[in-house]
C-alpha cells in the first residue's frame, strides 16, 4: 500500500500547498512509516513532529526530503527516510518470488544508522559485544538490544533442531565495508547483519544479473520456519528481496515487527 502512494506522494504536496487543507506537510502514509519508525527506535526517536523525525537530543532528520523521482538505483544510493519506509515487509508470511525491484528494507537512510550504532569502523566497535552462536562467537551491536534479539534467535533455533545446518557456521556478522558492487555501506558495517551458512544460501549476484534488470530468476533453499524465527525478534531477510540474498537477515524492527505494515 505505502508502495503505490509513493509516486502520488509529490502530487499530495503540491495539493496541500496549494489548498493549504493540511498543517501537516506528509500524506497519512508517509506519517505512519514515520510513527514506526519512531516506535521501533525508543532509545534515540522521541516524537514525529510535521515532516521531521525528533530524537531524544533534539536532532531533527527529515522524513521525506522532497527531489525529482529517480531510477531504482539512484533511489538505493540517495534513500531517504520515506524511501526506506516505502516498501512493506511481509513478515512472517510464505516465501513467495518477490516482484521486480520489490525489496522491503534494501533501501535505507543512512544517517539514521550512523547515528545509532556508529559513523566510523572504530565507533561501531565499540558497541560490539559477543553473542555465543552455535560453536561460534558473533560479534553484533549492542544497541537497540539487537545483540540480545540475536541470542533470542539462538535459542528458539536452539529447539529445532533441523534447523541447525542452515544456521551453522555463520559466514559472518561485522564487518567494516560497502556492499559488493556498489558504494552503498552494508548493514553487516553497523553490527545488526549476520549471514548463515552459505552452503545452503543464494545470492542475486552470483547469477551475474545487473542491480534493477528484470527477469532475476529466484532461488532459495532458507526454510520458512527459520525466516519467521528471525522475524519475530526484529530481523528482516533478504529472501524477501528481488535481489535475494538469501544467507543474510538484518536487525530492523520498524519493518520486521508483525504490527509494522
Ligand atoms: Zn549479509
Same mark, same amino acid.
Given at each position: 500500500?505505502?508502495?503505490?502512494?509513493?509516486?502520488?506522494?509529490?502530487?499530495?504536496?503540491?495539493?496541500?500547498?496549494?489548498?493549504?487543507?493540511?498543517?501537516?506537510?506528509?500524506?497519512?502514509? @508517509?506519517?505512519?512509516?514515520?510513527?514506526?519508525?519512531?516506535?521501533?527506535?525508543?532509545?534515540?526517536?522521541?516524537?514525529?513532529?510535521?515532516?521531521?523525525?525528533?530524537?531524544?537530543?533534539?536532532?531533527?532528520?527529515?522524513?521525506?526530503?522532497?527531489?525529482?523521482?529517480?531510477?531504482?538505483?539512484?533511489?538505493?544510493?540517495?534513500?531517504?527516510?520515506?524511501? =526506506?519506509?516505502?516498501?512493506?515487509?511481509?513478515?512472517?508470511?510464505?516465501?513467495?518470488?518477490? @516482484?521486480?525491484?520489490?525489496?522491503?528494507?534494501?533501501?535505507?537512510?543512512?544517517?539514521?544508522?550512523?547515528?545509532?550504532?556508529?559513523?566510523?569502523?572504530?565507533?561501531? =566497535?565499540?558497541?560490539?559485544?559477543?553473542?555465543?552462536?552455535?560453536?561460534?562467537?558473533?560479534?553484533?551491536?549492542?544497541?537497540?538490544? @539487537?545483540?540480545?534479539?540475536?541470542?533470542?534467535?539462538?535459542?528458539?533455533?536452539?529447539? =529445532?533442531?533441523?534447523?541447525?545446518?542452515?544456521?551453522?557456521?555463520?559466514?559472518?556478522?561485522?564487518?567494516?565495508?560497502?556492499?559488493?558492487?556498489?558504494?552503498?555501506?552494508?548493514?553487516?558495517?553497523?553490527?545488526?547483519?549476520?549471514?548463515?551458512?552459505?552452503?545452503?544460501?543464494?545470492?542475486?549476484?552470483?547469477?551475474?544479473?545487473?542491480?534493477?534488470?528484470?527477469?532475476?530468476?529466484?532461488?532459495?533453499?532458507?526454510?520458512?520456519?527459520?525466516?519467521?524465527?528471525?522475524?519475530?525478534?526484529?530481523?528482516?531477510?533478504?529472501?524477501?528481496?528481488?535481489?535475494?540474498?538469501?544467507?543474510?537477515?538484518?536487525?530492523?524492527?520498524?519493518?520486521?515487527?508483525?504490527?509494522?505494515?
Amino acid at each position: 500500500m505505502d508502495q503505490l502512494l509513493y509516486p502520488l506522494r509529490g502530487a499530495l504536496l503540491g495539493l496541500a500547498a496549494l489548498t493549504h487543507v493540511s498543517a501537516n506537510p506528509i500524506a497519512p502514509a @508517509a506519517s505512519n512509516g514515520a510513527q514506526r519508525l519512531v516506535e521501533a527506535y525508543p532509545a534515540f526517536l522521541e516524537r514525529v513532529d510535521g515532516n521531521d523525525v525528533v530524537w531524544r537530543d533534539g536532532t531533527r532528520m527529515p522524513f521525506e526530503v522532497g527531489r525529482t523521482p529517480a531510477s531504482y538505483v539512484e533511489r538505493l544510493d540517495h534513500a531517504d527516510l520515506a524511501d =526506506q519506509m516505502s516498501v512493506p515487509y511481509p513478515s512472517l508470511a510464505p516465501i513467495t518470488p518477490p @516482484a521486480w525491484n520489490v525489496d522491503p528494507g534494501r533501501m535505507r537512510f543512512e544517517p539514521l544508522f550512523e547515528k545509532m550504532y556508529g559513523a566510523s569502523s572504530g565507533e561501531v =566497535q565499540r558497541n560490539l559485544v559477543g553473542v555465543a552462536w552455535f560453536g561460534q562467537t558473533l560479534l553484533f551491536s549492542k544497541v537497540n538490544g @539487537a545483540d540480545r534479539a540475536l541470542a533470542l534467535v539462538a535459542a528458539d533455533v536452539a529447539k =529445532q533442531p533441523e534447523l541447525l545446518a542452515f544456521v551453522r557456521p555463520s559466514a559472518g556478522t561485522f564487518v567494516w565495508r560497502t556492499i559488493a558492487g556498489s558504494s552503498r555501506r552494508s548493514t553487516h558495517a553497523y553490527g545488526i547483519a549476520i549471514d548463515v551458512n552459505t552452503r545452503v544460501s543464494d545470492y542475486w549476484r552470483w547469477s551475474g544479473a545487473k542491480e534493477g534488470a528484470r527477469g532475476l530468476t529466484y532461488r532459495n533453499r532458507v526454510p520458512l520456519a527459520l525466516v519467521r524465527i528471525f522475524e519475530r525478534h526484529g530481523f528482516v531477510w533478504g529472501g524477501r528481496w528481488y535481489h535475494y540474498d538469501t544467507m543474510h537477515f538484518e536487525y530492523r524492527p520498524e519493518l520486521a515487527a508483525p504490527h509494522a505494515n
